[in-house]
């Protein structure tokens, strides 16, 4: 159900007295009382804890009003646009301090969490963590002086949000996982029945024919209540939708269904060459909780002369991409923050095509390197962790990584091809169980900047076979890892990359919780 304006003055009311009160205490449903967080979550006390998040919001609202007063500049599109994301982005980080902390501590798990509480605040923590370097990045050309202005507050949240994370113990005892399970246990028995069956009952109907309620996605999303627990279905029949779509954060649990990767296409062109700053590109653009996308393409066809240009940014926690394709060139998929989950899905581009700081995992995936331009290196890979007390990462497991028809008549060699780079200085990506084709270089890996963050990122490969996958001519770096053991990509998988980094046991449809060494002989026959 969506909350009314009285619960809202509830919680808010709730809020002040957990931001003010130095002993907070929450009556449980069986009557005894409880701690307002888990003692062994935090290394602090309570009160320490909250007083820090009352001093974000307070410095969070003094740099938005600052910024606020450029949000009416004319004259210039991309600062502008600059000031709309910062906007956007501390209004989102605020939020995560808010209602989003206060949901779950509340209701103990049944507003879009995982019920493990150290795992949800420090993947909260580290999307409010990474929100400022975005917003910093977006005035990438733009007039000096309205950045200058709230760089400083800027810094001052991440020193405070990097101070929080060290306050959250990582979790305590792994999530039990049942290995034959198909679904994760925040999937619910309806959502898992739309994701697996091919007969989807919709809320309502987008068809360019106007058979359907909408002829927009745009239009179905708006339609959409808000902060719903209940799952809402959007159907979106076959055609191609010349559309900018974005589901704000207070669009909880929506579902959109496609007649297929080929049939259902969400096209947009925008671009950094453009005037648009990167975070706004995107063809598609999510931030509400619950998300699932399933059979449908999102594309974005700026083209490569035009540098970054998006196809689908995501800021859903706990969301999953069931047989979707991504398409664009460089930047196309923006795993900007959260919890996502890719199975079964295609994704093509040229440099850093899946970038950002989320905890991603992608599981029997295609991924695609395409021709780009001139002299140009393809990069698939650009993870943005800045802090090591984050649990963000990329995980590529059963994935066939190979290079798109453009590059295959232009001939693989034409454009080097690298697994990744470090876009940030903790940036972690770990690769296993994959085919890799000959399209990627012998060294694997690419500099970012001289030897930028080499001491300190982790990379990862095991068990990988393919013309692609020798290990012989790997990158030497100490952050890179060639695994020779199972025990060493253990917390990398599904199941287990929660421990000390703090992933979920596993996200989405037909996962596969380990390792299945019998499954990777067959694909290899």
């Known amino acids: 159900m969506a909350l009314d304006r009285n619960q809202w003055q509830k919680y808010l009311l709730l809020l002040l007295l957990v931001l003010f009160s130095s002993s907070f205490v929450i009556v449980s449903s069986d009557g005894t009382s409880a701690d307002f967080l888990q003692p062994e979550c935090l290394k602090v006390a309570n009160s320490e804890f909250t007083s820090s998040i009352k001093d974000l919001i307070d410095i969070i609202r003094q740099v938005a009003s600052t910024l606020s007063q450029f949000a009416s500049f004319f004259g210039d599109f991309r600062l502008s646009n600059a000031v709309s994301d910062c906007l956007d982005l501390l209004d989102s980080s605020c939020s995560i301090f808010s209602h989003a902390f206060f949901f779950y501590f509340v209701s103990t798990g049944k507003h879009n969490s995982t019920g493990n509480l150290s795992g949800d605040l420090r993947t909260w923590l580290s999307a409010a963590l990474i929100n400022q370097d975005t917003c910093n990045d977006g005035f990438e050309g733009t007039n000096s002086i309205v950045k200058g202005l709230v760089t400083g507050g800027l810094n001052q949240i991440t020193s405070l949000v990097k ?3 060290t306050q959250v113990n990582p979790t305590s005892a792994l999530s039990k996982t049942n290995r034959k399970a198909q679904f994760p246990s925040w999937v619910k028995p309806k959502a898992r029945k739309l994701l697996e069956g091919n007969r989807v009952s919709a809320d309502v109907v987008v068809a360019q024919d106007g058979s359907g309620n909408f002829t927009k996605v745009m239009d179905a999303v708006l339609a959409a209540p808000e902060y719903s627990m209940r799952r809402f279905v959007i159907y979106i029949k076959r055609g191609v939708y ?14 959109m269904v496609g007649d297929g990767l080929d049939a259902t296409i969400i096209s947009g062109n925008r671009s950094f060459v453009d005037g648009w700053t990167t975070f706004r590109t995107a063809t598609f653009a999510v931030s509400g909780r619950g998300f699932i996308a399933r059979d449908l393409t999102i594309e974005n066809t700026a083209g490569p002369e035009k540098h970054q240009a998006v196809a689908l940014r995501s800021d859903s926690d706990l969301s999953v991409f069931f047989r979707c394709r991504f398409r664009a060139y460089q930047d196309t998929l923006y795993t900007h923050t959260m919890r996502q989950f890719f199975r079964e899905c295609q994704i093509s ?53 190979s290079a798109d028809a453009d590059l295959r008549a232009a001939g693989v060699n034409s454009t080097q091809t690298y697994l990744g780079r470090p876009w940030k200085l903790y940036s972690r990506t770990v690769v296993f169980q994959s085919y890799i084709t000959d399209a990627v270089r012998p060294e694997g890996w690419l500099e970012w ?9 982790f990379y990862g490969e095991f068990m990988n076979y393919g013309p692609g996958s020798g290990l012989g001519k790997r990158v030497k770096w100490p952050g890179y890892h060639a695994f020779n053991e199972s025990s060493q990509v253990n917390n990398y998988t599904v199941a287990q990359f929660i421990e000390g980094n703090l992933w979920l046991p596993s996200t989405g449809v037909r996962y596969t919780a380990g390792f299945e060494t019998d499954k990777l002989k067959a694909l290899r026959c």
Not at 248 to 255: D, E, F, L, P
Not at 383 to 399: A, H, I, M, V
């Open 163 to 165: 101070d929080l994370l």
């Open 449 to 457: 900047n001289g030897d930028f963050a080499l001491d300190s990122l």
């Open 242 to 255: 010349y559309e900018n779509v974005e589901i704000k954060k207070k669009r909880w649990n929506i579902m």
């Open 349 to 401: 581009g040229t440099v850093d095509f899946i970038f950002g700081d989320a905890t991603a995992i992608f599981q029997n995936c295609q991924i695609l390197a395409r021709k780009g331009l001139p002299n140009q290196k393809n990069t698939i890979t650009a993870q943005g962790r800045k802090d090591p007390n984050e649990p963000t990462g990329f995980s590529l497991q059963f994935c066939n990584i």
